[in-house]
């Protein structure tokens, strides 16, 4: 029998709640108002008979002496075919179907099933009866867009089950049973086409965690190349406002090489979320040619939206992203942004009145960030095959000081920094990732020697720009000058991409490899020039058609002749030509 409780005080989404009968951390209550609305809430913390609840929504309305009902449930997502191409909440409301019954202004106490009841799915077995199966293990197939959608003997089931029953194929409903399981106890289980499962707990039914090692191509040269991102691994970007992170993470969810992408809008303005949901249904799917929507799940909550959602947010974004790890798909869930999502757990820490950390945020901030981000890795499942979920999480800085909490928690436990800079931005170059602060620890796609003599030479053209803020160019060797014009045309023709151009917005990995080996020639071809004109005048020419080049079709007839047209103008520079 569920719970009950009355409430003693309210703190803005916070409240706290005299109860009778056992409550557990992370179980879900409904809060009651007068006029009968219940308010969704989530237990955060347990003090002998008193308990502190999140509210999910606006308390207005709420007071002492209020019911509290709870549910015996944790706080869980329900998973199953029908879940991409949606649009959900933090609390995985869809919120398309919410509108249609609210209107533009959404209701207090108002929820909706995440899956739809009588949608029917074409399911296909794969079990026989008999078979002996354990937690996450195929029980069939239905298709769902471009994919096989697993359905899976339920993840709660603790020891191996017997198949005693399974439906034929046809049509069912996701509350249909379709197959009934017996465990080693002699207790039947009944699996459905839909499960479901709480956020705050990994989803773990595989068979072994692998190292990432395999890169996951984003066609995004600077990553790609210089700070590359593996399937499975952790990356963040950093920056301040306006400097293209939400772009960044736009492009890299249409070309990078993913089956699943999960967008997780946890704080972010309501503009830029309104954005995503206006440009994503009209883009085009590089890899089907369908709708990017297909392959693409939206979880939204916006910085005008109740904070503690934000949380859940996250939460929900990781659950449904490891739900399609375990069936061999590779997946990239994008959080947007991070600070955001701190900036709620600082605001509840705050009310439960718990000793704060640096700059007011929870001590245990760094614990949070590194049980979320490790959520992420390769595992090999039970029947061999390999699923990924690959996260990359963006980050908020308050001025775009990297050194706060927030960003410097992110950095101890991730793989890979794409630190974006505000002076790259103010200039014009994307992606603004600043390619001498910036870092990975995974294996890209390029010889590593030779991306490290480009960046080499990117800092010596740094360096050699400093002095020349000083001392002018009169005051510099030509070798320094030729040295920074090749860092800057480095710089211009292969870091930067034109994210509105059908061509350079995305550099596939063959491409890249096949460009950064021309460039690279370039770089180490030892050039002479008469006077500090003639040289500044080649490059610039030089960058131009460079830039044409990247801008047609690879290996096409003008690529070609292109690229005839650039090392024809560099051997006539060369040294001793």
Same mark, same amino acid.
């Given at each position: 029998m569920a719970s009950i409780g009355k409430i003693t005080g309210v703190n803005g989404n916070l409240i706290r709640v005299a109860f009778e009968g056992a409550v557990a951390q992370n179980e879900v209550a409904y809060a009651k108002l007068p006029s009968g609305i219940q308010l969704k809430s989530e237990v955060i913390r347990i003090r002998g008979d008193y308990a502190e609840l999140q509210v999910f929504e606006d308390t207005t309305g709420l007071k002492a002496g209020d019911d509290v009902e709870f549910t015996g449930d944790l706080l869980s997502v329900e998973l199953g075919p029908g879940l991409l191409g949606q649009v959900f909440d933090g609390l995985q409301n869809p919120l398309p179907r919410l509108a249609e019954e609210c209107g533009f202004f959404l209701q207090r106490g108002k929820y909706l099933c995440a899956l739809e009841r009588d949608t029917k799915w074409a399911f296909t077995p794969v079990a026989k009866v008999g078979d002996k199966l354990t937690a996450g293990d195929t029980l069939g197939t239905v298709p769902e867009g471009i994919f096989k959608h697993r359905i899976m003997v339920p993840f709660k089931v603790r020891s191996s089950v017997t198949v005693e029953k399974i439906m034929p194929a046809g049509n069912y409903t996701v509350e249909d049973v379709i197959a009934v399981l017996k465990d080693a106890d002699g207790r039947t289980v009944e699996a459905k086409i839909m499960q479901t499962w709480p956020v705050k707990i990994p989803i773990k039914q595989y068979a072994e965690r692998l190292f990432p090692s395999e890169p996951m191509v984003t066609?995004?040269?600077?990553? =790609?190349?210089?700070?590359? !991102?593996?399937?499975?691994?952790?990356?963040?970007?950093?920056?301040?406002?306006?400097?293209?992170?939400?772009?960044?993470?736009?492009?890299?969810?249409?070309?990078?090489?993913?089956?699943?992408?999960?967008?997780?809008?946890?704080?972010?303005?309501?503009? *830029?979320?309104?954005?995503?949901?206006?440009?994503?249904?009209?883009?085009?799917?590089?890899?089907?040619?369908?709708?990017?929507?297909?392959?693409?799940?939206?979880?939204?909550?916006?910085?005008?939206?109740?904070?503690?959602?934000?949380?859940?947010?996250?939460?929900? /974004?990781?659950?449904? #992203?490891?739900?399609?790890?375990? &069936? $061999?798909?590779?997946?990239?869930?994008?959080?947007?942004?991070?600070?955001?999502?701190?900036?709620?757990?600082? *605001? &509840?820490?705050?009310?439960? +009145?718990?000793?704060? /950390? +640096?700059?007011?945020?929870?001590?245990?901030? *760094?614990?949070?960030?590194?049980?979320?981000?490790?959520?992420? /890795?390769?595992?090999?499942?039970?029947?061999?095959?390999?699923?990924?979920?690959?996260?990359?999480?963006?980050?908020?800085? #308050? $001025?775009?000081?990297?050194? +706060?909490?927030?960003?410097?928690?992110?950095?101890?436990?991730?793989?890979?920094?794409?630190?974006l800079s505000r002076e790259r931005s103010d200039q014009r170059r994307f992606p603004a990732i600043n390619p001498m602060d910036s870092w990975s620890k995974y294996e890209g796609i390029i010889n590593a020697q030779k991306v490290q003599e480009a960046r080499h030479?990117?800092?010596?053209?740094?360096?050699?720009?400093? &002095?020349?803020?000083?001392?002018?160019?009169?005051?510099?060797? &030509?070798? =320094?000058?030729?040295?920074?014009?090749?860092? +800057?045309?480095? =710089?211009? !023709?292969?870091?930067?991409q034109d994210a509105y151009h059908e061509i350079d917005a995305a550099c596939s990995g063959e491409r890249q490899k096949y460009l950064f080996d021309k460039v690279y020639q370039i770089l180490k071809t030892a050039m002479t020039f008469k006077e500090k004109e003639n040289a500044r005048g080649f490059f610039l020419k030089l960058t131009q058609i460079t830039k044409d080049w990247n801008r047609v079709e690879f290996q096409s007839k003008e690529f070609k002749e292109l690229e005839e047209q650039i090392f024809k103008s560099v051997a006539e520079v060369a040294t001793n030509a």
């Open positions: 066609q995004q040269r600077i990553i =790609d190349t210089f700070f590359p !991102v593996s399937r499975g691994g952790t990356y963040c970007i950093p920056g301040p406002f306006g400097a293209g992170k939400t772009v960044l993470q736009q492009l890299t969810s249409r070309y990078a090489d993913v089956d699943i992408v999960i967008l997780a809008a946890c704080g972010e303005r309501a503009g *830029e979320v309104v954005e995503t949901l206006r440009e994503f249904p009209e883009l085009n799917d590089p890899r089907t040619g369908k709708s990017l929507m297909e392959r693409t799940l939206i979880i939204c909550n916006t910085s005008s939206m109740p904070v503690a959602a934000r949380e859940a947010s996250v939460y929900t /974004g990781v659950t449904l #992203a490891e739900y399609y790890r375990q &069936m $061999g798909l590779n997946v990239l869930l994008l959080a947007d942004s991070t600070s955001r999502w701190a900036q709620a757990l600082r *605001e &509840m820490s705050g009310r439960l +009145e718990e000793i704060p /950390g +640096e700059e007011a945020f929870p001590a245990y901030l *760094e614990s949070v960030i590194a049980s979320f981000y490790e959520r992420g /890795g390769v595992v090999r499942l039970k029947d061999g095959s390999i699923g990924s979920v690959t996260i990359g999480g963006s980050v908020s800085p #308050a $001025g775009g000081n990297f050194e +706060e909490p927030v960003t410097q928690a992110t950095l101890k436990v991730v793989g890979a920094f794409h630190g030479i990117l800092a010596m053209g740094i360096d050699v720009n400093q &002095m020349m803020k000083v001392v002018g160019e009169e005051g510099t060797s &030509m070798e =320094d000058f030729v040295t920074y014009l090749k860092s +800057e045309y480095l =710089d211009s !023709v292969y870091l930067q």
